[in-house]
């Protein structure tokens, strides 16, 4: 079985960072996609950063480019999230995802993503 376990979630104050990492197992990774959205109370889920397993290309929202960034260690099978200067608009849930079917370009979407972890909360305070 698939599974992703999201950890390093937790309460700051703007401008502070925090790392998210997500764990990754039950098949090889070596070909997926792994994602980072976010969902706030009443509001959509929404894209935060990819990664391809294979290559070094990154893909980034508009609201976190520059402040965020997304890496991997293949050998422990877990991505990562680092997040700088952060805001209190990003408080939400952090999901980490991924996908294993091939695409021509790195999807934005949630619907395109087949596997989720269980989340992990960020609060961040003015």
């Known amino acids: 079985q698939v599974q992703l376990v999201e950890s390093g979630g937790g309460l700051v104050q703007a401008g502070g960072s925090l790392r998210l990492s997500c764990a990754a197992s039950?098949?090889?990774?070596?070909?997926?996609?792994m994602g980072w959205f976010r969902q706030a109370p009443k509001k959509e889920r929404e894209f935060v950063a990819a990664?391809?397993?294979?290559?070094?290309?990154?893909y980034y929202a508009d609201s976190v480019e520059g402040r965020f960034t997304i890496s991997r260690d293949n050998a422990k099978n877990t991505v990562y999230l680092q997040m700088n200067s952060l805001k209190p608009e990003d408080t939400a849930v952090y999901y980490c995802?991924?996908?294993?079917?091939?695409?021509?370009?790195?999807?934005?979407?949630?619907?395109?993503?087949?596997?989720w972890g269980q989340g992990t909360q960020v609060t961040v305070s003015s």
């Open positions: 990664i391809r397993w294979s290559g070094s290309s990154t």
């Open positions: 995802a991924a996908r294993f079917t091939s695409l021509r370009a790195v999807p934005r979407g949630s619907e395109a993503y087949d596997y």
């Open positions: 039950g098949r090889t990774f070596s070909s997926a996609v």
